[in-house]
Structure formats: structure tokens, C-alpha cells
């Protein structure tokens, strides 16, 4: 219990720290796990398979909220597979370098060139969809061709793991994967039924461990995979969004684990360090430059493609895994998973700096870049077009179509929702709404919704306070002269926005809970009510 106690306290600590110096707890996380694995502190039993766990529970929530079809994509699969060719490479290119420095032992030849790049060729999942949750972005243009990137990386460290190992799926995988269809089924009736709460967490767990994780483990193919499958079975299904919700706390519970662990596990040498540093040096500006370039090539906006590329600018957990493959296959020396574990560290510490800082980055990086015709962009990235529409309502989730409903049922306003999230526009067009894919967080968006000149009204209704605030602050610079009305979920957040000039602010629980005594109240009380505060007044 005393190791339990030291190494959770240590997080929380550190993880408050990183907290404090706004950027993600994670990076706390890490920290925790060097400080603890250069004090002599192991990992408790159990901490692995939780945070295994973790990941896990983690690719099966991306399934959950992702699109399959976007793996199809040419910005998708084409710059996955040209910039892993790039990171190997270079990585080769600077390995060569470090060797004739002295730094690197490369006894193993062209095959521990090959195999180095190989394993830095991959972005961190856990790191990036973490960082996509935090924004809100894991449904937006970029948030799912970045994810549909990680996908295609995983398939090929899948592919590779199963090669190395000498050994092929099981010839039952391809039963597995033609039951999958009817499994989905049931799996779908079955959610229908669990209600909420507990249950559905419950649920959630052994879907992703059972037909998931442990049937794919069964027949050679990568657990972490068959989550990741069974959850985008259950995309479709209209409380899969529910269901990654109920998921949300014990996964970034598990994951906790998953940091610490990559700390703990590492015991390195200083030539180790200075290796680790050279390679991140050189790999992570290219990888961040590289995702960034091969987006614009493939169609896609400046500060999209510079999302894309901050996002995934850092080293994956399947990079440790590839390298241990490799160790043990002989293919590799020990020490080379030390160097590995490091660069991976050092990745997620500085990618998630990168990122908790992006905004800035990328305005300053966007204003020195040509912009792109609009012509040859992809059409889920062409500038917004509000001409003719009187009310724009931002975030077109439950309040946001409320909203929305609410607004035209007057039959006087032409209403246009915004949302980010691809799924949530695909959906809500099937179903008639005017609504169009976009980002309140864009500043080309706001370039481009400035120019309509029609709208009289802006409703505020994204989940995020931080985004109403910078949707808000872009109007103010527009000067827009009509009527903003925004939600909040806090009494702070009520004042703030107030404090920033928005007319009307509604406070989602204590407005809900007026709506719930207006109910309540009969008819006649109410009427008696109104009336002696008419005469008070």
C-alpha cells in the first residue's frame, strides 16, 4: 500500500504542478515517473495492466466517435504512408550521424538503421486523442483525419509485431472476422438495454476486453486493434457518443498509469539521454513539418494542416513496442530500447507543450504562409459562406439544436448551426438541419464569417467555456453590432461572459432548474405569482 500511496501521490503532485504551469497534467505524469524510477521506486503490482487497460479503453472510445470512411481519405492514408517513409529516412540519415559522433552503436548495420526509423516513425494515440478530448477536437476535420493517421500507423506496427514474432494470425482470425458483423448486432441490441449509470460503464469495459481486446488476442491479431474494431462497430448506434462519455473518467484514470509506467520503466546512461535528445532534435520539427506540408499537398487548409502536424509531432507508445520486438528478436542491442523509451518520453513532454501553446504557434505561422485557393481545398475545408442567414448558432449539440428548433418554429429567421464535429454535421444534414462543418476556433473561419455581413444574431452554445470566449473575442474584433447570447455551465463563467459585453447568459443548471419549478408550479400559483410581483413592482 505505502508503494501505491508514494507513486499516486507523486502524480497528483506533479500533475497539479503541470496544472499550474497550464500545461497538460500529463507531462506531470511523466515527470512523476522519472523522479520515481531515478529513486529506485518500482511499479506496484497491478500498475501495468491498468494502465494496459487503459489504452485499451482508450482506442475503444476512438472507435466510438470515428469515422471508418475517413481512413479512406488521400490526406488520410497518403500522408501516413509518405511521411513514415520520411521519418525512416531521416531517422536512418541521423542515426548515421550519432554513429560517426560516436553516440550509437550500429553493429546491427542497415538493419538497426532500418528498424530504429522504423519505431520513430509512429505518433503517440494515447498523447493525441488526449489532446484532441481535451479541445473538443476529436470529431473536427482535423482532429479525425489525425486520428485516421494513428490508425494506419497502428495497422503497420500490428503488421509488423505479427511478422517479427515468426508467427501468422490464426486461421480462426478470419472466422473472427466474419462474425464480427453479427456480433456487432448483438452487441447493439445489448446496449439498448443497459440503461445508464454503472451498468453502462460495465458494459463498455467488457466490450472493449472481451469481444475486443481478448478475442483478437486469441487469434493473433493485436488486441489493442480489436477494441479499437469493436468500437467503431458501435459508432453508429445512437448512444455510442453516451457511452464514450460514461467511459471518460476511468479511462483517464487508467491512463495515469500508462505515463507513469513509461518513467519507471527506464534506467538510462547520459550517452542514452544525449542520443534520445539528438533524435528528437532532428525527427520532431521534420515530423511536425512533414504532417503540416503533406496535409496542404492533399487539398488541405494552412491551419489545418498545421494542426494536423503539431498534433501528431511526438513519438508513440508502439514505438517501445516495435523496440522490444526488435531486442528480442535479436535485432536490436538492449540499449537501444532505453535510447527509444527516452525519445518517447521527451516527445510527449515537448509535443504536449507544443500543443497546450498551439493557438499562438500556428496564428504566427499562418500569417508568414500563402493561403490556399479555395478552389482546390477539400470541401470539408472551404471557408464558411453565411450569406442570407440571420442567426448563426455555434455547437449543435443538445442545447445548440434546441436551439435551433426553437428558432425556426417562429418561421421568421434563417437559421445556420456550426459544429466541429464531421459525425455530428453528417447526421444532423440527413436529418434537414442547415448546418455546415466548422471550427469557432479557426481564425480563417472568423476571416471568412466576417465578410456575410448578414447575420443579426450570434447564439453561443459550445461545451467549452474557452471556446465561446474565443468566439467572443472574434466578434468583438469583427465589431459586430448584433446580439450575442451564450451558455454556461459555472456562475464564474456566467460573469465572465457577462463582463465581456454578452446580453444574455444562460446558466445550464440553475436555468434548468427554473424551467423545472415553472413546471411545477400550477397554472393558478404561478399566475398568482406573477401578479404579486407585477403589484410589487
Known amino acids: 500500500m505505502v508503494e501505491i500511496v508514494a507513486t499516486l501521490g507523486t502524480a497528483t503532485v506533479l500533475g497539479i504542478v503541470a496544472h499550474l504551469l497550464r500545461v497538460p497534467p500529463l507531462v506531470g505524469f511523466l515527470a512523476a515517473g522519472f523522479l520515481l524510477g531515478a529513486l529506485g521506486v518500482t511499479a506496484f503490482p497491478g500498475l501495468e495492466q491498468a494502465s494496459h487497460l487503459g489504452v485499451t479503453l482508450l482506442l475503444f472510445t476512438i472507435g466510438l466517435k470515428f469515422d471508418a470512411r475517413t481512413i479512406l481519405r488521400p490526406e488520410a492514408f497518403g500522408t ?34 532500418a528498424l530504429v526509423g522504423f519505431a520513430l516513425s509512429f505518433s503517440s494515440t494515447v498523447l493525441c486523442v488526449k489532446v484532441l478530448e481535451e479541445r473538443s477536437d476529436d470529431g473536427s476535420l482535423y482532429g479525425q483525419t489525425a486520428i485516421a493517421i494513428l ?29 464480427l458483423i453479427p456480433a456487432a448486432w448483438v452487441l447493439r441490441q445489448v446496449l439498448d438495454l443497459v440503461g445508464w ?40 448506434h445512437p448512444r455510442a457518443l453516451d457511452l464514450s462519455k460514461a467511459l471518460f473518467g476511468i ?54 494542416s498545421l494542426r494536423i502536424g503539431l498534433v501528431l509531432g511526438n513519438f508513440s507508445e508502439f514505438s517501445l513496442i516495435v523496440a522490444a520486438v526488435g531486442v528480442g528478436g535479436g535485432l536490436l542491442g538492449q540499449r537501444w530500447l532505453a535510447v527509444v523509451a527516452i525519445a518517447v518520453a521527451l516527445g510527449m513532454v515537448i509535443s504536449s507543450v507544443l500543443n497546450a501553446r498551439s493557438a499562438r504557434i500556428i496564428a504566427r505561422l499562418a500569417e508568414r504562409l500563402p493561403e490556399a485557393d479555395p478552389a482546390r481545398l477539400r470541401e470539408a475545408d472551404r471557408p464558411i459562406d453565411t450569406t442570407g442567414v440571420d442567426v448563426v448558432v455555434f455547437g449543435m449539440g443538445r442545447v445548440g439544436r434546441a436551439t435551433y428548433e426553437r428558432l425556426l418554429e417562429s418561421g421568421e ?27 469557432a476556433t479557426d481564425l480563417d473561419f472568423w476571416h471568412r464569417i466576417r465578410t456575410g455581413g448578414f447575420v443579426q444574431t450570434v447564439i453561443l452554445a459550445m461545451p467549452i467555456h474557452d471556446s465561446n470566449v474565443f468566439a467572443l473575442q472574434q466578434l468583438r474584433e469583427a465589431d459586430f453590432a448584433g446580439t450575442v447570447a451564450a451558455v454556461a455551465q ?15 447568459v444562460l446558466n445550464l443548471y440553475s436555468g434548468a432548474g427554473i424551467a423545472l419549478a415553472d413546471l411545477a408550479l400550477p397554472p393558478a400559483e404561478s399566475s398568482r405569482e406573477d401578479s404579486g410581483a407585477d403589484g410589487e413592482s
Open 251 to 304: 479511462k483517464e484514470l487508467l491512463l495515469v498509469g500508462f505515463f507513469l509506467t513509461i518513467g519507471l520503466e527506464v534506467v538510462p546512461r547520459w550517452q542514452d539521454l544525449v542520443l534520445a535528445v539528438l533524435l528528437c532534435a532532428v525527427l520532431l520539427p521534420t515530423t511536425i513539418v512533414s504532417f503540416a506540408l503533406l496535409s496542404r499537398l492533399f487539398g488541405l487548409r494552412n491551419r489545418t
Open 80 to 113: 501516413a504512408a509518405a511521411d513514415m517513409a520520411v521519418s525512416m529516412v531521416l531517422g536512418a540519415v541521423t542515426l548515421l550521424l550519432a554513429g560517426a559522433l560516436g553516440l550509437a552503436d550500429l553493429d546491427g548495420g542497415w538493419r538497426t538503421l
Open 413 to 439: 429567421r434563417r437559421v445556420l448551426g456550426v459544429d466541429n464535429d464531421h459525425g455530428v454535421v453528417q447526421r444532423l444534414h440527413a436529418q434537414g438541419y442547415h448546418v455546415v462543418e466548422g471550427d
Open 490 to 504: 459555472h456562475q464564474d463563467q456566467v460573469e465572465h461572459l457577462e463582463g465581456e459585453g454578452v446580453g444574455s
Open 151 to 179: 490508425v494506419i500507423q497502428d495497422l503497420a506496427a500490428v503488421a509488423f509485431i505479427s511478422g517479427s514474432e515468426g508467427h501468422a494470425p490464426s486461421p480462426w482470425a478470419i472466422a473472427v472476422v466474419l462474425l
Open 197 to 236: 449509470g454503472e451498468l453502462l460503464i460495465l458494459f463498455g469495459v467488457v466490450a472493449a476486453i472481451g469481444p475486443g481486446y481478448a478475442l483478437f488476442e486469441l487469434v493473433g491479431i493485436e488486441g489493442d486493434l480489436g477494441a479499437l474494431v469493436i468500437g467503431m462497430l458501435l459508432a453508429s
